[in-house]
């Protein structure tokens, strides 16, 4: 039995962490059910207003796609293409050179995580500061953001006010509104400095040629009227046909998300410079970044997620162990399908999440794309196994198969369960398996009696 | 990468999935009926000021209101604050200075329409005169005409993106992010006021 990262991981996890997290994905559980319930009382509809979001997003991408070039370049918005991560960094940083820009205020974006734009800008001498409340409390420690809606969900409000005395946003102050009007002082100045706004976009339109953004904070508006450029960034998958259709994925978004009837603020970008105080450039940069040979293999369904966040809010492994357990930006089980995916050829380093998985189904019963994601997790096993990458508890089952398809071997086999009560676990409990042990334990074993009980009553 | 390369890419990897038709749907497959209900005013006040958003049709009971919350200075467009007469009470500029983001108690700005359904505002940058003015002060009055309320999201849809730029607004700027607590007024208005006139 070799060593499991995620199990690594877990032996080291605080519990005053895996406590928020599991409190506040359960609790995002519940408040989707609730306010879904409560807009659709109607038999079937949510099932029916979730298939159209998966049918909307079967269609295939390519005609929408150039539809919605064409309409931005007609809204004089200058439309970029990158191959991958490389690409799109650079493409920014050019257009920050070109403008002799040295601040930038970013508008959340799971996108601009992928590519890593911060530290890249940074390293260039740009000042990149997240503008939601969550991205900036990991930012200024150098996180990954655990959950891909809210960032800092595993975070505590005394560590936080720790870092903001750290890093001089304000005095020690552990008070939840206290921490926000200190992060709203200090991000003011930033907004009215910031030469580009970097946003990536919920959905883009593709009749209207038209970014939309959503967000709670009002950081969208903020940016949009205190920078000068605005830059999008998005993967191609973020196209959909026209404001129609819109009107189903703003319906299931935000209840999917955090159980709120709309997110409160919902931009609608169609180019720059139509008020005094806003962005007078607008760029959209699309990223493929590995979305094409998803596209066409077996996980194409991915594509259609909406980055609510609700199956990892809905599964058991991750309400117990965070998002940075999967080591990557996307966790829970969205990264277990894409994280792999998007990591090229370092697939194998990822070999570990599929199995961090029950298949409970859970996550699709919430998903509001409706994507089957317990059958490509599935898939995902198959594809690392394939790849003949060395896979933590790969245990062989060939034996268990022989002694589960002979009904006499099986017979005889079942009483001897009762020795597993004798086994000295604590003995094991050293190395790799020692481990895994720790945190699980092996009930006792009551049964073995059925087949008796059934031909005296049965 | 170049554009034809980039489309390309997409066009080969479709090949191998089924090719899908749009799929028909109405608005009645879309609409929260419970959330809708009634006529879109009612619907549109009940939604918003269960978000905390307040609504005033009176001018009186605005400026009490203003004047408990301690506000003396505003940013005004200039139509409205005449239209509203509250610079008899309040200190009214119709410039936003962005040199002195913080010096103004509020800002008001016409609302382009209402949504029922969600109980948003919506603001177009056609009708409104500075962004800035909607988005700094801790206190922002969107003025919406009652006439100007449509019943659903798929309706306001069909008006919206006509626009460089449009914005629903459905409640004060919030955020969870320390443990889950609500807390009002993130970046933008803790106090979010629509005043609907005939």
């Given at each position: 039995m070799s060593e499991q990262p995620i199990d690594k991981f877990c032996e080291t996890l605080n519990p005053t962490v895996k406590n928020a997290v599991t409190l506040a994905s359960v609790g995002s559980t519940i408040a989707r059910e609730k306010c879904l319930a409560e807009a659709y009382p109607e038999d079937g509809k949510v099932d029916r207003l979730r298939e159209l979001a998966n049918e909307i997003r079967s269609v295939r991408p390519s005609a929408n796609f150039e539809k919605a070039v064409e309409s931005l370049e007609r809204n004089g918005v200058k439309v970029l293409f990158a191959k991958d991560g490389d690409e799109a960094r650079k493409m920014v940083l050019d257009i920050a050179k070109a403008k002799n820009a040295k601040n930038v205020v970013k508008i959340k974006s799971m996108t601009t995580e992928e590519i890593e734009l911060n530290r890249f800008l940074e390293e260039n001498g740009i000042e990149a500061i997240e503008t939601d409340l969550g991205e900036l409390i990991i930012q200024i420690d150098n996180e990954r953001p655990s959950h891909i809606v809210k960032p800092a969900i595993h975070r505590r409000r005394d560590d936080i006010a720790r870092s903001f005395e750290k890093h001089k946003i304000a005095p020690y102050d552990d008070n939840p509104s206290h921490i926000t009007l200190n992060a709203r002082r200090y991000l003011r100045k930033k907004y009215f400095a910031a030469d580009i706004v970097v946003s990536g976009a919920n959905y883009i339109l593709a009749k209207e040629g038209t970014v939309v953004l959503a967000t709670n904070e009002g950081n969208s508006r903020f940016s949009m009227a205190g920078a000068k450029t605005h830059i999008a960034i998005a993967g191609f998958e973020k196209v959909i046909p026209s404001a129609r259709e819109l009107s189903v994925f703003l319906n299931l978004l935000a209840r999917s998300a955090t159980g709120q009837n709309s997110t409160v603020y919902t931009d609608f970008v169609s180019?720059?410079?139509?008020?005094?105080?806003?962005?007078q450039e607008m760029y959209v940069i699309f990223l493929d970044n590995g979305r094409s040979s998803i596209l066409g293999d077996e996980f194409a369904e991915i594509l259609k997620c909406m980055r609510c966040g609700a199956c990892m809010n809905r599964c058991p492994v991750f309400r117990l162990v965070g998002g940075h357990a999967y080591r990557a930006v996307y966790p829970g089980p969205l990264g277990i399908v894409l994280s792999p995916l998007l990591a090229g050829e370092k697939i194998a380093d990822f070999a570990d999440l599929p199995k961090a998985?029950?298949?409970?189904g859970g996550c699709a019963d919430v998903c509001p794309a409706k994507i089957n994601l317990p059958d490509l997790v599935l898939k995902m096993r198959d594809k690392i196994k394939k790849r003949k990458?060395?896979?933590?508890?790969?245990?062989?089952l060939k034996p268990w198969a022989f002694l589960a398809s002979s009904p006499l071997l099986w017979r005889m086999a079942v009483p001897l369960n009762k020795l597993a009560n004798l086994l000295p676990l604590d003995a094991f409990k050293i190395g790799p398996l020692g481990r895994w042990l720790k945190t699980r334990t092996l009930p006792k074993f009551k049964g073995g009696n059925f087949r008796k009980w059934f031909s005296k009553n049965g | 990468m170049d554009k034809t390369d980039f489309i390309n890419r997409i066009k080969a990897a479709e090949k191998n999935i089924p090719d899908a038709k749009l799929p028909e749907f109405s608005k009645w497959d879309v609409i929260s009926t419970t959330a809708a209900a009634g006529t879109p005013k009612e619907a549109f006040i009940r939604n918003f000021t269960a978000s905390h958003g307040n609504v005033f049709e009176s001018v009186s009971a605005l400026v009490t209101f203003l004047k408990d919350k301690g506000c003396k200075r505003g940013v005004a467009d200039a139509k409205l604050a005449d239209t509203l007469g509250l610079e008899n009470t309040f200190e009214l500029v119709r410039e936003f200075d962005r040199q002195n983001?913080?010096?103004?108690d509020f800002g008001i700005s016409k609302a382009s329409f209402a949504i029922g359904e969600s109980g948003a505002i919506v603001l177009k940058d056609s009708d409104t005169a500075d962004r800035m003015a909607t988005i700094a002060p801790w206190v922002h009055i969107a003025v919406l005409n009652e006439a100007d309320i449509v019943s659903s999201i798929a309706d306001a849809l069909e008006k919206t993106v006509d626009n460089p730029y449009s914005i629903f607004i459905a409640?004060?700027?919030?955020?969870?992010?320390?443990?889950?607590v609500l807390v009002e007024g993130v970046h933008g208005p803790g106090v979010q006021i629509c005043f609907i006139t005939k």
């Open positions: 180019g720059a410079g139509s008020a005094k105080n806003s962005p998985c029950t298949l409970c990458a060395r896979v933590a508890n790969d245990v062989n | 983001p913080d010096s103004y409640a004060p700027s919030k955020t969870t992010d320390v443990e889950g």
